[in-house]
Nanobody
Framework: QVQLVESGGGLVQTGGSLGLSCVVS????????IAWFRQAPGKEREGVAC????????IYGDSVRGRFAISRDNAKNTVYLKMDTLTSEDTAVYSC???????????????WGRGTRVTVSS
């Protein structure tokens, strides 16, 4: 069983930056790739970014590529999501999830965190 706990959400102005954290724990958690997803009101859950468990390989969704950066500190069992140049379109609940393979397909995730809310205001 793998547990994921997100933190760092909040209110930020358009054009600003915000960082999210996902603490990963549980048996075998070090072998899982970790992805970030987001779900805005009335919209489907969208894959944002993913980082491989060992190689550090990253994958980004088209809507955030170049603005968001995912990173991982295995010593702290934590995955980070740095979000820059935020717009109202980035307002959503952000969740991290774990999968055996590096992917941002939600159907491939085995474990999910509960999410943290990000609101971008003008």
């Amino acid at each position: 069983q793998v547990q994921l706990v997100e933190s760092g959400g909040g209110l930020v102005q358009t054009g600003g930056s915000l960082g999210l954290s996902c603490v990963v724990s549980g048996s075998g958690s070090e072998y899982y790739s970790i992805a970030w997803f987001r779900q805005a009101p009335g919209k489907e859950r969208e894959g944002v970014a993913c980082i491989d468990s060992s190689s550090g390989r990253t994958i980004y969704g088209d809507s955030v590529r170049g603005r968001f950066a995912i990173s991982r500190d295995n010593a702290k069992n934590t995955v980070y999501l740095k979000m820059d140049t935020l717009t109202s379109e980035d307002t959503a609940v952000y969740s991290c999830a774990a999968a055996i393979i590096p992917t941002i397909l939600k159907s491939s995730m085995d474990y999910w965190g509960r999410g943290t809310r990000v609101t971008v205001s003008s």
